[in-house]
């Protein structure tokens, strides 16, 4: 049973315990399992990993082990691991623990090392005397990942015509050279060698030319098919719900991604290999057989036994290829994470600590590229010592019947004969071990297909509703009876949550941080989907009128907005291919950043470095909402959007907004934007609370020292 590895960072458990089941033949599918349960971003506890466990029919023991108790428990059971991981044991051999590990994969572990990791605690599982087992999910066909390649057939068609008049070539070569031997030689003709040699000549020149257009046809085959496949599954990664993001680490995501070039490089240049590989080896068989069945029975004897070494290896190839994947964007995902947090690194002097981190990660890679060339090594020899053993075999055997010549019914064999089939027999060793390795190669694009079939058969983000001007509507937001949480045994972030936003007005929203002030304000948005109740626009309900649709009247500063490489105009307008000077100026005038930009050596044409690294947290912030003002947005939301700046520019910002007369959304620390609300409601353990709202005129103006108790509270 193979290990189940994790797509999400903290799927761990629910990782262990696909693989843990299908060694006990309950299930092995941790997709199937994923849409079964989905994960919290936080990950599982023991307790939620029991409870999963006995829903799929098992039961689950904790149990206190040390090292020495694990060689007396009942495997396979998952181990807890450095605090923040689990692991499954399925063997302690000769002192060695057997480790699935669901973020790199099989570990071969010695005693102090397991020491080193394991925490004390095991779950024991075994299945429940009522299971059924759980049927895994079928393998994904490669032609489900990539849908229709337009164009495709005609070109491989062209390809295969090209190719088997390159083919006829390479079967005539070892005839010719037979015709030397045997009559060119042994008569002594040169005119005949003249001729040959012309002949030779012309059929080099024409199969050079042959060859030079077969190429050009693969080249162009593939970056068409890269364009297609890219395109396509860029256009379903952009459109896919940003829970999808927020649960996956970056270099896992570009990983899957760079899988389309593993796939297209198969399907182009390695298809048509194989194709010409297999138009050879029948053809070069074929030759053989007319020339002495026997010594081709030798050779086909030679390739079945390298078949059969490269299908017994097929499983482990196959896990190695998978394990190097998954450690390799774990790699890449720290050293991406390295770059953005270098300034961090610099100032708590951390460069050693992560240099070191970083290294251990990249061994990891090396191991499993190691482990995969030591396969790959193994093959070639084996394949050499096989075709050494056969070529030995073959010589003997053809000169034993040209020995024979003259005996009562010998079958003619000549020198040339033995000659031309060796060179057929060369051409069809080489063929057949190329066509083998390509089936095993098409194989373990399973790897692959699995892997990117993570982004292209993930549900996309929910648009029911057709594209629609929902500028009639009144600019009102209103969530009835909204509650949220990330998994069945997490606790609610968002418990019942009804409010009203109306048309015009400013909601200030307040609360502890981690209250789910942000997930609240994503809700609003549509960037995420309620657990239980609705979301509505201007009365419509968000489903009845496209999230997409509204969120092309809303403006937003979010929290971890960022800011694109290229100009500052590019920012403002976010690329709008029909951005005008004026529109964009008047935009950073609104958020006070004109003068700035002024002051820049290149104004509205200077860059803003990797993520807005050229600017300041002030000027960062007054870019994003300059942004912000130039959709001209009926609604505008706002996520600590004037946290950095200086209390004048502030003022001057919250002027503007004010004169823009939109629905107003912003989640503020500070006093002075609480105050200029109309109304202020605190999130706090999953509920709303009215702290004032200004249109009641029992609650009267909220004071200074009721605002500063909040902005405390808030910051507490």
């Known amino acids: ?19 843990a089941a299908g060694m006990l033949g ?70 060695r623990f057997h480790i699935a590990d669901p973020a790199v994969g099989d570990r071969v572990l010695t005693r102090e090392e397991v020491s080193s990791h394991f925490t004390g605690v095991a779950l024991l599982l075994r299945p429940a005397l009522d299971f059924t087992p759980i049927p895994a999910r079928l393998g994904i066909a490669w032609r489900r990942v990539l ?8 070109a491989l068609g062209r390809i295969a015509a090209v190719a088997v008049v390159l083919e006829a070539f390479t079967v005539t070569a070892p005839l010719l050279q037979q015709l030397v031997i045997d009559d060119v030689l042994v008569s002594a003709d040169a005119d005949l060698l003249t001729v040959l040699m012309i002949g030779c000549l012309l059929l080099m020149v024409l199969q050079t030319l042959l060859g030079l257009a077969r190429s050009w046809m693969v080249q162009m085959l593939g970056q068409d098919l890269a364009l297609q496949l890219s395109a396509g599954v860029f256009a379903r990664l952009v459109r896919l719900p940003l ?22 490089r198969v399907l182009t240049q390695r298809s048509v290999d194989a194709l010409l590989d297999g138009l050879m080896a029948v053809a070069a068989l074929g030759m053989m057989l007319s020339y002495s069945p026997p010594l081709a029975g030798v050779v086909v004897a030679a390739v079945a036994l390298y078949a059969l070494l490269r299908w017994a290896a097929f499983a482990p190839y196959c896990a190695a290829a998978a394990e190097r994947l998954v450690v390799e964007a774990n790699e890449q995902s720290y050293f991406l994470e390295t770059l953005r947090a ?55 055997l053809g000169a034993r019947l040209i020995l024979a010549q003259g005996t009562p019914g010998a079958a003619p064999f000549t020198i040339g004969m033995l000659f031309a089939f060796i060179a057929y027999k060369t051409q069809f060793g080489g063929r057949a071990s190329g066509l083998i390795d ?100 201007g009365g419509l309900p968000l489903r009845q009128a496209g999230a997409a649709n509204v969120r092309r009247l809303i403006g937003t500063v979010m929290q971890d907005d960022a800011l694109l490489a290229g100009s500052i105009a590019d920012n403002i307008s976010f690329c709008d291919p029909s951005a005008t000077a004026d529109h964009v100026e008047a935009a950073a005038r609104a958020a006070v950043l004109h003068e700035d930009i002024q002051r820049m ?51 001057s910002v919250a002027a503007t907004l004010r004169r823009t007369r939109a629905t107003r959304l912003t989640i503020a620390h500070r006093p002075e934007t609480i105050a200029g609300a109309d109304r202020v409601v605190e999130l706090r353990s999953g509920a709303l609370r ?22 405390g509270s808030v910051r507490g």
């Open 147 to 154: 849908g229709r390649i337009q164009g495709l057939p005609l």
């Open 26 to 95: 309950l299930c092995g599918d941790l997709p199937t399992l994923r849409q079964r349960f989905p994960q919290s971003r936080r990950g599982i506890d023991l307790a939620g990993l029991i409870e999963l466990a006995q829903a799929i029919g098992c039961q689950a023991t904790p149990v206190r082990a040390d090292l020495d108790d694990l060689a007396h428990l009942t495997l396979p059971c998952v181990l807890h691991w450095d605090l923040a991981h689990f692991v499954v044991l399925h063997r302690i051999r000769r002192g």
């Open 243 to 264: 829970s999808f993001f927020e649960r996956r680490q970056m270099g896992d995501i570009a990983s899957r991604f760079g899988a389309i070039g593993a796939i297209q």
């Open 438 to 537: 390509f089936v095993a190669e098409l194989k373990t694009l399973s790897v692959q297909t699995d892997r990117l079939a993570d982004i292209v058969l993930a549900p996309p983000d929910e648009e029911d509703a057709p594209v629609a001007d929902l500028s009639h509507l009144p600019p009102g937001i209103e969530l009835r009876d909204v509650s949220v949480r990330y998994s069945d045994r997490d606790p609610w972030v968002l418990d019942k949550v009804s409010l009203r936003i109306r048309a015009h007005e400013h909601v200030a929203l307040v609360g502890p941080s981690g209250s789910g002030k942000s997930t609240l304000m994503k809700i609003a948005l549509g960037l995420l989907r309620p657990t239980e109740g609705e979301v509505l626009y």
């Open 342 to 396: 270098m300034p961090a690194l610099k100032l708590f002097g951390r460069e050693c600590q992560r240099e070191a981190r970083w290294q251990a990660l990249f061994r990891d890679v090396q191991r499993r590229d190691v482990r995969t060339a030591r396969m790959n090594i193994a093959f070639s020899a084996a394949n050499a010592l096989i075709l050494g053993l056969e070529n030995l075999l073959v010589l003997r």
């Open 1 to 19: 049973m193979k290990t189940q590895l994790q797509s999400e960072s903290a799927e761990c458990g629910l990782a262990c315990l696909a693989t």
């Open 690 to 711: 009215v702290v004032r709202d200004q249109r009641d005129q029992r609650a009267g103006p909220l004071r200074t020292s009721t605002v500063g108790r909040l902005a």
């Open 601 to 651: 050596p290149m104004g509205y044409a200077s860059l803003v470095g990797d993520l807005g690294a050229g600017l300041s947290g002030g000027q960062r912030q007054r870019l994003l909402l300059a942004r912000c003002l130039y959709k001209t947005p009926r609604v505008i939301a706002l996520d600590e959007a004037t946290s950095e700046l200086d209390a004048a520019n502030e003022r």
